[in-house]
């Protein structure tokens, strides 16, 4: 019997069969997208098609998952992968991914009451977020994980003073860059070509990770004694 090792290499479409379960958003022009960017190098037959053995498929299954679970663009993945090669980081990276754009769907959804209950926000500086633009709610007045955590970092920013009215000047900061990254990365977000988009979604988060990066050390630099 064969062990995993041994298994004879599979076409693309397997591949992405395989995979399906595991990973809605995978496709076949997704796997070769991701060879492009010499994350994959699969075996080619004289024909030229592509052959993936076990070990390709499970580079590929890391891969996803660095996407999915961790938010990593493709630059970094490369490094990880490149550097360890395995599917395992230190608590480093997953530090840093909250930085990262990442663009993900909240499962999880929240009314009103159950958001200031779970944050013990009371209605007045609420109702001053929302006013601001800060929180946000969707077309049915629900509310997602991010807008919890957004009103959790509200609140410890709270214990120093800071309230609401400070919290917006520096949310104008945030949409004068998040405006200027729009102009940069807009031809490929709004790409009918979805490896195009996928490559703008890959800026956008490398983008938003160095400018968090800067505005860290920049204030580091200029508030201190």
Do not use: W
């Amino acid at each position: 019997m064969a062990t995993r090792s041994e298994e004879k290499p599979l076409t693309i479409g397997a591949v992405c069969k395989e995979l399906k379960s595991e990973f809605n958003d995978v496709s076949i022009s997704k796997i070769r997208y991701l060879e492009e960017q010499k994350l994959l190098n699969p075996l080619r037959t004289q024909g030229g098609y592509r052959l993936y053995r076990r070990e390709d498929i499970e580079r590929l299954r890391t891969i996803l998952q660095l996407q999915r679970d961790e938010f990593l663009p493709l630059k970094v993945i490369r490094q990880e992968i490149e550097g360890s090669g395995t599917v395992a980081r230190s608590r480093e990276r997953k530090a840093r991914r909250s930085m990262r754009s990442e663009v993900a769907v909240d499962a999880r959804r929240v009314d009103r009451s159950e958001l200031l209950r779970e944050t013990g926000l009371d209605d007045v500086a609420f109702a001053e977020l929302q006013s601001y633009g800060i929180v946000t709610s969707d077309e049915d007045g629900l509310y997602g994980e991010s807008e919890v955590e957004i009103v959790k970092i509200c609140l410890r920013m709270a214990e120093f003073g800071l309230g609401p009215r400070h919290v917006r000047q520096l949310y104008t900061g945030v949409q004068r860059v998040a405006g200027l990254l729009d102009q940069v990365l807009a031809p490929a977000l709004r790409s009918r070509n979805a490896e195009r988009r996928e490559q703008g979604l890959d800026e956008l988060a490398q983008l938003a990770g160095l400018s968090a990066e800067l505005t860290e050390r920049l204030l580091v630099r200029d508030v201190k004694t």
